[in-house]
Each structure stands twice: as structure tokens, then as C-alpha cells.
């Protein structure tokens, strides 16, 4: 753990302008936010009294948590909190396994047609999603699934409102496949050649050495699929129909009927944001840290 | 991209051509879920969408769609605001791109210490990335009022010099200040990642290099540059390819004026193709932005290639 | 290392089966209509989040499954700004509900592209001939949908700031005329009271802009489209009455009278006292009449010219034209079509009955009411926006035109510009026909 790299350790008062340039750009960086917690605790009015001056950070004037309670009204928020934790806890999962799978093969594999893959599969980062969201819905809705009915297994057509729709499209993802590869082509190739002699599989240097040896790469693939995953809206707008299955983001377009209460976006926008900091607080340990015990040096 | 891979020593008693069989189908077998998945839920759409570019088809229609080879390309040449938002969009990715690069990297090399609290500041850095750009984009309109907070603080730092301008209801500035906006919300995210590119330049080499009496600077250029080398590429094509998608914050804050001095590809695309269900058109747009960013990332990736 | 073989293999059994899946997929088409299971109908409404009104489709609906034992009518709230889209993606995938509602200047484009059957409603408790006209949806002869209320653009003021600035109140009788109107802008801003004296929301976006904006347009003289052929808009948008709308939008601006993009939230701005006179929906006017009181000022519009202006036509109901169960959809459509509902539906979201025998029910509808300048105004002064299939482009055209002249595009090439970009997409459709 103590091999940080590069650590400068300033002494006595050389460190002042360094701390002093921390905590000015914390600021820039917290203020919105800060301004966004502060005002789910004010009513309306208040907020926008507040706004031309710093009172616009400060828990000052009408504080209360009748916002908060306002969104309950308003929203089931605690089904798409879960909705949203399940559809993106499912999808980074099953992204870290597929992704990595083919970044391994493409890195570190020798078969024909490799690189070609490799760049077919970076071409596809360009296009934006929403060109293609609605030829896609037209798609999803034609594609088949097995499911078990109680008794045999029967084929059905349409994906429409369900959580597969939501997840599955999103699990191969050229930008943790580049990230994966990247990754992988930094870890000594003579690690493979070691474990094949012994006897290993390609799937068992996969298994027991690469993956293991690969945790800031899992971690980093893990926040990148999230974060889209957590702020999807056009895509289930379109798809999921039952309001049982809605995840978070469309929530907020709840508070936007006809008397706007941004208090009330306030407090959900804080709700919904809480999750994805806290994750990314546990995450960053393992994205940060790990690389000193894994003992592979680029 | 990929270096060679040098002759491998053949496992004992493994004839070579088995070996080099099962070698292929195993990658077969392991490249193939994310090679499935992408031509179902990319590929297969994607090319749905750019055949639709070469017809008449309109999102609420009652007669079927019929093709009209290149008409809607036509159109588009000629259309001023696709020019616009062109425009736009190549401004915003060459400002961004090597801004948000640089002053990630400055973040990194900042909190890449052991001294107290840099968790802390590190992860308020990075509370941007987490925060939905709706609702970012949402907080910064209230900021960039022409009364707002924004110009109430530059007020009161330049003691009154200076008053604000109405940033995103004039076009001299409402593209600067979504640029600054952007840059602010992503820049954390590159933070991480080129932080994670520092942690794995060996400790050793920086101490090797300071012990040759090597001062920062020097030491940043002969070990931390080369050494994040992969992280450049990953970070490069990361931002660019973010900085063309540049939709949401437009649709939110400012929807491509005041005249148009905002709009953007993937914005112009989205509302000719919902607001204004001309799918068609929208398709054009997206297949003719296809061939721009594949152009762009095809000169970048040539530019930073691996020197073998 | 034998089972990890074995395990590949699988694995690549059940990609190759994967890919046979998804390529054997594109065949299937069910060409059946969609909205119900049998008589298990689905409903859609774009109120999710607004509670009030949502309560009242939920009521009915209760009473409709209660009432009867045949039908039983599901209902799928989604929120309104996202509304549209979540329909057009059902109906491009075939899975519209059988019962919907829809914003009523857009049911001519839906009617148009077959998302609309027309509905039969006779017998009902209610008949269609008691409505407000803007709250019946038709087009091209036929009933397509019919809404429970109206909303009316009004004029908001204090009482006490007008008098203060010896500004006449206007009456529907004798609204302000447009100089009236401009010199009592120009007394409040002279007042220094005031950053911006008018307030009218300009901060806004989507269907409010030609909402709001364009029966002022129409009020000059002008229009969106020429009404009767519809099949251009030259002259109509951008012939002298039109360019003298656009010169005046923005000169509200370059007098500082008003601001070129409103806040967050402008009836807040307007009950902080942040502005005088406001260009809102009546939708506001119980809030504000909670907290001014009797200092309330209700103002018609302006009459620019051509007379007073408001925009009819809001939320309607109607079916879907794939809706498998229809006799399903048009009992309960029939069914919910009784005064009590209308009632309800007008208390609940504050907006205007479509009957005057709801009217009659509500406090401040009644004849002389607070309110009842409201039902008024939606009689004398509404026009709905053009019956086309072409208005949602017409409407997206509009929105953007009339932001790039407040923000000082030049108004004449502006307004060409608009009505050159919707002459060529009513071309391109052929004129909308069929």
C-alpha cells in the first residue's frame, strides 16, 4: 500500500499555497452542488430571494424538509431508486465479464482479423445514441426471449417493458472493451507464457492471472458503465411503459408539470445524486489504491 | 495497437497446430457476447437509422416511407444552421478537448500526494461526474442569470468593474459559458483517469530521476509524460468523442440559440428528428456526423499511434 | 482445464445460439391491434407527477370498472414533458394504448398519421354540443378528441401598482390597445420600480411559445400559416402585420421592458414583485389571488389591432387507431363524459370547465365570478392553433423564429426564413393530403 507514486511531501509553510489552491478549487467544483443541497431545504419563494447572493449557500430563512416530503408525493422515488440500482448494478456486472473477455482476446490472443475487430469496435464509440434510440425501439420490440412459463419453455416477442430492455443493450461497451485492452497490454505478456506452460488454459490465464492483476481497470469500467447507466432517461422514456419498472431520471420530468416546484427538484436531484457519490466513495479505494498490491508496473 | 506478440514456447507435448486451434476458438468463444451484443443492440439500429437517411420517412406518417436517394443530403448541404451547428460543434471539441485534458491533468498531479485530506478533495473534485448533467445543467441556469450568482461574484471581485453579461441569452457568450460548464462537470472524470495512469508509473523511476538531481519539471517530462502514455490515448479519444456528443446541456439550457449560436450536431439531429419529425432529415445529419467524427478520430489515432 | 474447455464450449454454444436468435428475430410481425387484453384496456395520461388532476382520472376510473362488470381500464401515468415522446415510441413500435390523451393543437397530426380514431360519443350525459369549441379536437369533419377544460391566457397585475402609476385598468369590454399598452410599459419603467415591467415567461421553452406568442402575432393581423388552404404561410407570417409583431417583440427587449429570457419561475418573479404586469395562464390565478387578494388585477389581452387574442385547446382525450378493444375504449370514454367529472377535473388543475353547466358548479365560474372573465375571454377571444397535421413543425418553427428576434435577428429575413422552411415541409408532405 505505501507505493503511492510520486508523492510530493511538502513541509511547514511551503505547503500553504498548495492547501490554499485545494480548497479554492474544492469550492469551485462544490458550489453547485452545495447550492443544489441548500436549496431542497427552501421553499420556492425562497430560493429564488436567495439567489443573486452568497444567502443562496446558506441554510438560512425558511429551512425545512417539506420539499423532501413533497417528492413522495410526487414521485414513487423509492421504486426507482431500486429500479435504477438494480438495472445499473446489473449492467456493470455483466459489462465487466463480457467486456473483458473480448478486450482479452484481443489483446493478448494471436488469431486472424484481431486489429480489425479491435478498430470495428472503437468506430462504434462515435455515434451518438439518440440518432439511433428510435429505429432501436422499432428493433427491441421485434426481438425474441425465452421464458419459462410455469411448465416449458415458450418463445415470446418484445422486449417492451421490461428490465432486460434496459439492460442488455447497454452491457457491451466499446469504451470498457478500449479501456479493458489498454489495460491489459500493460501487464507483462511472459505472465501468460508462465501459466500456458504450466498447463493453464486461455480462460484460466483470463481467470486466475489477468483479472486479478486487473482491479483499477475493473474499477474505472465499473464508474464508466454506471454513470450512464444511473443518468439514462431518453431510452427508458421510450421503452418502459410501466411505471413500476422507471428508473430515477425519469423521475425528475415528474416535477415539471404545470406548477414547477423547484424545491422539490432540489430534493430529489439531491436523493438521486447521494447514491452515485457514496458508490463512487467505496469504489475509489480499489481504483486508486489497488494497483500498489497487484505488484504489475506498466 | 496491439504490439507483436513474440514466438511463444509450445506447452510440452502439444502439437502446435491443436495449440493454435484451441488458441483461436477460445478467442472466438470469448470475443463473442460483446461481439453479439454490439451488432444486435448497435450495429443492427444503427444501420436502421442511416438507411432511413435515403428515404422520405417521417416519425407520425400514414404513407409508408419510399427512397429518395440523396435528397436529403442535399438539403442538408444547403441548410444554414447545419452549417451553424457544425460549426459550433468543432469549436466546442477544439476547446475542450485540450482544456479539459490539461486541467484534468493538473487536478491529478495535484491531489497525486499523500498529504492529509486529499481523499477528501478528490472526491469533491470529482462530485460533478456524479451529479446528472440535467441536473448540473439545470443548477447552472439559475448561475448564469444575468442577476445571478455568477455575475454577482464577478461583480464583487472586480469591486465593480466589471458587470456580467446575460452569458447564455447573448450569442457572443452562451457558447463560452456552456464550454466553461462543460469543462467544470467533466473535468473530474479525467482527473481519475489520468490519476490512475500516474499510479502505475513505477515510484522507483521517480526517485532514480530526483536522485539525478532531476528538478520537477524535468522529472514530469523524462518520467510522468512517457509514462502516460496509454492513459493519453484512452483520455484523448474519451474527450473528443464526448466533446462532439454535446446534446444535453443545449437541450437543457439553451436549445441551440440565442440565435443559433449554441446548436449542435447531435442537438440539430435530436430536434429536426423529434420536435420536428422530420426522421429522415435527422438520419442525414447523423450518417453525414458519423463520417466527420470517424475522420477525426482516424487523424488522432494516426497522430498518437504506438511508435513500435 | 478439461472443464474449462467444456465451459467454453458452452459458452460458445450459447453465443452461436444467440446469434441464430437475433437473426431469425426480424421476421415476426404481429399485426394485430394493441392497448388491450381483451377487456382489460389500457389508459394513458400524461399527469404523472401532478397529483391534483391525476386523482380525477383515477377517480373516474374506479367508478367506470365499479359501475360495470365487462370492461376494466388500467391506467399508465407518464410525466408531461416527456409525453409525446414515449407515445410516438409506442406508435412506432405498435403498442399505443387503446385510451390516450393528447395536447389538443396536436391531435390534427396525430388524427393524420393514424394514432387517432375518430370517436363516437353520442349518448353520453354530457353531449359534445355544450363545449367550449376549442375543447373539441376534429379534423377534417370528424370527432377525434374532446377535453374536460380549457385553459385562457390572461394578464396579471396589482391593483395598487397600476393605480399608482395612473394606468387604466382594462376590461373586456375595452382592452388596452397596443399604444396604451406600450405607455404604460413605458411609465413603469420610467417608474424605476421595475428591471423588467412585463413578465411573460419568455424563459420557457416547447409548445409555450406559440401558446403564448402567437395570438399576439394574430392579433396584429398575422398568423402561422394561411388558414384557409394551408398550404402556405407567405404572407401570413411574414407579410407587414407579422413584421410589426416581430419589431415590437423585440423592442419589449431592447426598451428593457422586458426580459429576453425570464427566470426559473416567472410567477414567482411576479408575486416577489419582480414585475407588474404578467402574460400568464389562468392556471395561476388561484396562487396569485391567494396572495394578493383583492389587489389582484385579472387583465384582458391587448388588443394589438385585429382584436384581443388567446391560444384555445388543451389536454384531450381520444383513442387510439390500433385499439383492439374499441367498443371497450368508447364506453369508458362516454362514460367519463358527465358533469361531475368536468367539475372535478376544472377544480382539480384550476383551469376553465369546458360546459356551463360545470361552470355553474365551481366557485368563481359562476356568471360574475373572479374567474368567469376566464370562461369569457376562452369564448370571445379564442383561436385554436392551426388544424394541420403540419403544427408541430409549424409550432417548432415558430418557437425558434420568434427566440431569434428577441435575442435581435433581423425580424424581415427571420420571418422568411420560417415561412420558407414551413412552405417547404408542407411541400415535401404534399400539403398533408390523405
Redesign the interface.
Given at each position: 500500500m505505501a507505493t503511492a507514486s510520486n508523492p510530493t511531501r511538502g513541509t511547514g509553510l511551503r505547503r500553504v499555497p498548495g492547501v490554499l489552491l485545494r480548497i479554492v478549487l474544492a469550492l469551485f467544483f462544490a458550489f453547485p452542488i452545495v447550492f443544489m443541497l441548500i436549496s431542497s431545504f427552501k421553499p420556492d419563494q425562497q430560493i429564488f430571494k436567495d439567489l443573486g447572493s452568497i444567502r443562496a449557500f446558506l441554510p438560512v430563512g425558511h429551512v425545512s424538509l417539506a420539499n423532501y416530503r413533497g417528492v413522495f408525493d410526487r414521485v414513487p422515488a423509492m421504486r426507482f431508486l431500486m429500479n435504477s440500482i438494480v438495472i445499473s448494478a446489473v449492467t456493470v456486472a455483466l459489462g465487466i465479464v463480457v467486456n473483458s473477455m473480448a478486450a482479452f482476446a484481443l489483446s493478448r490472443m494471436r488469431w486472424p482479423g484481431r486489429r480489425l475487430l479491435l478498430t470495428l469496435i472503437i468506430a462504434t464509440l462515435i455515434v451518438p445514441f439518440e440518432t439511433f434510440a428510435l429505429p432501436m425501439v422499432w428493433w427491441v420490440n421485434k426481438l425474441p426471449w425465452l421464458q419459462f412459463d410455469g411448465s416449458h419453455l415458450v418463445i415470446t416477442e418484445g422486449w417492451l417493458d421490461t428490465y432486460r430492455v434496459q439492460i442488455l443493450p447497454f452491457v457491451a461497451n466499446a469504451f470498457s472493451v478500449f479501456l479493458f485492452h489498454q489495460y491489459f497490454q500493460s501487464i507483462p505478456k511472459e505472465l501468460d507464457e508462465a501459466a500456458l506452460m504450466d498447463g493453464a488454459s486461455w480462460f484460466g490465464v483470463y481467470r486466475r492471472i489477468i483479472m486479478p492483476l486487473s482491479g483499477p481497470a475493473v474499477a474505472t469500467v465499473a464508474i464508466l458503465t454506471f454513470l450512464p447507466m444511473w443518468n439514462s432517461y431518453l431510452w427508458p422514456l421510450m421503452v418502459v411503459q410501466d411505471e413500476h419498472l422507471r428508473p430515477v431520471m425519469i423521475g425528475i420530468q415528474y416535477f415539471f408539470q404545470l406548477n414547477v416546484s423547484w424545491g422539490q427538484i432540489m430534493a430529489y436531484s439531491t436523493m438521486i445524486t447521494v447514491p452515485v457519490l457514496a458508490l463512487f466513495l467505496a469504489f475509489q479505494r480499489a481504483f486508486i489504491n489497488s494497483i500498489a498490491s497487484s505488484g504489475v508496473k506498466g | 495497437?496491439?504490439?507483436t506478440?513474440?514466438a511463444?514456447?509450445r506447452?510440452?507435448g502439444t502439437p502446435g497446430g491443436v495449440q493454435?486451434r484451441?488458441?483461436?476458438?477460445?478467442?472466438?468463444?470469448?470475443?463473442?457476447?460483446?461481439?453479439?451484443?454490439?451488432?444486435?443492440?448497435?450495429?443492427?439500429?444503427?444501420a436502421?437509422?442511416f438507411g432511413?437517411a435515403f428515404t422520405?420517412a417521417?416519425?407520425?406518417?400514414?404513407?409508408p416511407a419510399h427512397f429518395v436517394g440523396l435528397e436529403n443530403f442535399r438539403l442538408l448541404f444547403h441548410d444554414p444552421v447545419f452549417a451553424r451547428s457544425l460549426r459550433n460543434t468543432l469549436v466546442f471539441a477544439a476547446v475542450v478537448v485540450p482544456v479539459q485534458a490539461g486541467f484534468g491533468l493538473a487536478?491529478a498531479l495535484?491531489?497525486?500526494?499523500?498529504?492529509r485530506?486529499t481523499?477528501?478533495?478528490?472526491?469533491?473534485?470529482?462530485?460533478?461526474?456524479?451529479?446528472?448533467?440535467?441536473?448540473?445543467s439545470?443548477?447552472?441556469?439559475?448561475?448564469y442569470?444575468?442577476?445571478?450568482?455568477v455575475n454577482?461574484l464577478i461583480h464583487s471581485f472586480t469591486f465593480g468593474l466589471v458587470t456580467g453579461p446575460?452569458w447564455?441569452?447573448n450569442?457572443r457568450t452562451s457558447l463560452p459559458a456552456i464550454i466553461f460548464m462543460s469543462v467544470?462537470q467533466g473535468v473530474?472524470f479525467h482527473m481519475?483517469?489520468w490519476?490512475?495512469g500516474?499510479?502505475?508509473?513505477?515510484?522507483e523511476l521517480?526517485e532514480a530521476a530526483a536522485i539525478d538531481g532531476a528538478d520537477r519539471w524535468a522529472?514530469f517530462r523524462s518520467v510522468?509524460w512517457p509514462?502516460l502514455r496509454?492513459?493519453r490515448?484512452?483520455v484523448l479519444?474519451?474527450i473528443t468523442?464526448d466533446a462532439?456528443?454535446l446534446?444535453t446541456q443545449v437541450n437543457v439550457m439553451t436549445?441551440?440559440?440565442?440565435?443559433?449560436s449554441t446548436s449542435t450536431v447531435?442537438y440539430q439531429?435530436?430536434?429536426t428528428?423529434?420536435?420536428?419529425?422530420?426522421?429522415a432529415y435527422?438520419?442525414a445529419?447523423?450518417l453525414v456526423?458519423?463520417v466527420i467524427?470517424?475522420a477525426v478520430?482516424l487523424i488522432q489515432r494516426f497522430l498518437t499511434r504506438e511508435k513500435d | 482445464m478439461r472443464s474449462n474447455t467444456r465451459r467454453l464450449a458452452a459458452a460458445s454454444l450459447a453465443a452461436v445460439t444467440a446469434t441464430a436468435l437475433l437473426t431469425a428475430c426480424g421476421a415476426t410481425s404481429s399485426g394485430q391491434g394493441s392497448g388491450a387484453d381483451g377487456n382489460t384496456i389500457t389508459l394513458w395520461t400524461h399527469n404523472a407527477g401532478n397529483a391534483g388532476e391525476y386523482k380525477v382520472v383515477q377517480q373516474i376510473v374506479k367508478d367506470f370498472n365499479a359501475g360495470q362488470s365487462t370492461y376494466k381500464v388500467k391506467i399508465q401515468a407518464f410525466p408531461q414533458q416527456s409525453y409525446n415522446d414515449s407515445v410516438v415510441a409506442a406508435a412506432s413500435a405498435k403498442k399505443l394504448p387503446c385510451i390516450l390523451d393528447s395536447d389538443g393543437p396536436n391531435v390534427p397530426n396525430w388524427a393524420w398519421g393514424g394514432y387517432l380514431a375518430p370517436v363516437d360519443l353520442s349518448g353520453s350525459q354530457v353531449p359534445l354540443s355544450d363545449q367550449l369549441p376549442s375543447t373539441v379536437g376534429t379534423y377534417q369533419g370528424k370527432t377525434y378528441t374532446f377535453g374536460y377544460y380549457d385553459v385562457a391566457l390572461t394578464m396579471f397585475a396589482r391593483k395598487s401598482v397600476l393605480q399608482a402609476n395612473s394606468i387604466r385598468i382594462p376590461t373586456i369590454g375595452k382592452p388596452w390597445t397596443k399604444d396604451e399598452f406600450d405607455a404604460a410599459l413605458a411609465k413603469l419603467k420610467a417608474g424605476g420600480k421595475f428591471t423588467y415591467p412585463l413578465e411573460m415567461g419568455t424563459g420557457g421553452a416547447g409548445e409555450w411559445w406559440p401558446y403564448a406568442y402567437s395570438p399576439q402575432l394574430q392579433s396584429f393581423g398575422g398568423d402561422l400559416v394561411d388558414r384557409s388552404q394551408y398550404k402556405t404561410a407567405d404572407k401570413a407570417m411574414n407579410g407587414p402585420a407579422a413584421v410589426a409583431w416581430g419589431t415590437w417583440f423585440r423592442s419589449l427587449v431592447t426598451n428593457g421592458y422586458m426580459a429576453q429570457k425570464s427566470g426559473a419561475s416567472p410567477n414567482n418573479d411576479f408575486l416577489n414583485g419582480k414585475s407588474a404586469i404578467e402574460w400568464d395562464g389562468s392556471w395561476d390565478a388561484a396562487t396569485n389571488s391567494a396572495k394578493l387578494g383583492s389587489d389582484l388585477a385579472v387583465l384582458p389581452p391587448v388588443d394589438f389591432g385585429k382584436g384581443p387574442k388567446i391560444g384555445g385547446a388543451s389536454w384531450q382525450w381520444g383513442m387510439s387507431a390500433t385499439c383492439s378493444n374499441k367498443a371497450g375504449a368508447q364506453a369508458y370514454l362516454k362514460f367519463s363524459r358527465q358533469t361531475k367529472y368536468f367539475v372535478d377535473f376544472a377544480k382539480a388543475a384550476g383551469t376553465i370547465p369546458a360546459t356551463a353547466d360545470a361552470a355553474a358548479q365551481i366557485p368563481g365560474y359562476q356568471p360574475g365570478g373572479p374567474y368567469d372573465v376566464f370562461s369569457q375571454e376562452a369564448r370571445k377571444f379564442a383561436v385554436v392553433r392551426p388544424v394541420t397535421p403540419a403544427y408541430p413543425f409549424i409550432s417548432s418553427v415558430f418557437e425558434k423564429t420568434a427566440k431569434d428576434i428577441l435575442a435581435g435577428a433581423d425580424v424581415q429575413k427571420s420571418l422568411d426564413q420560417a415561412v420558407q422552411q414551413i412552405n417547404s415541409n408542407l411541400k415535401t408532405n404534399r400539403y398533408y393530403a390523405g
Open positions: - | 495497437m496491439s504490439t506478440v513474440s511463444r514456447p506447452p510440452r493454435r484451441r488458441e483461436r476458438l477460445t478467442a472466438f468463444g470469448m470475443v463473442s457476447p460483446a461481439v453479439v451484443l454490439l451488432l444486435c443492440f448497435l450495429v443492427v439500429p444503427v436502421l437509422a432511413l422520405s417521417r416519425l407520425v406518417s400514414p404513407t487536478l495535484l491531489v497525486n500526494t499523500k498529504v485530506g481523499t477528501f478533495f478528490r472526491t469533491v473534485y470529482f462530485v460533478p461526474v456524479v451529479t446528472s448533467m440535467v441536473v448540473v439545470l443548477v447552472w441556469l439559475f448561475l442569470q444575468k442577476t445571478g450568482l454577482h446575460d447564455l441569452n450569442p467544470w473530474g481519475v483517469i490519476l490512475s500516474l499510479q502505475t508509473i513505477p515510484v521517480h522529472r510522468t509514462g496509454p492513459t490515448a484512452f479519444i474519451t468523442i462532439f456528443r446534446f436549445q441551440g440559440g440565442p440565435v443559433d447531435v439531429a435530436v430536434h428528428g423529434y420536435d420536428q419529425q422530420q426522421t435527422a438520419s445529419i447523423s456526423f458519423f467524427v470517424l478520430s | -
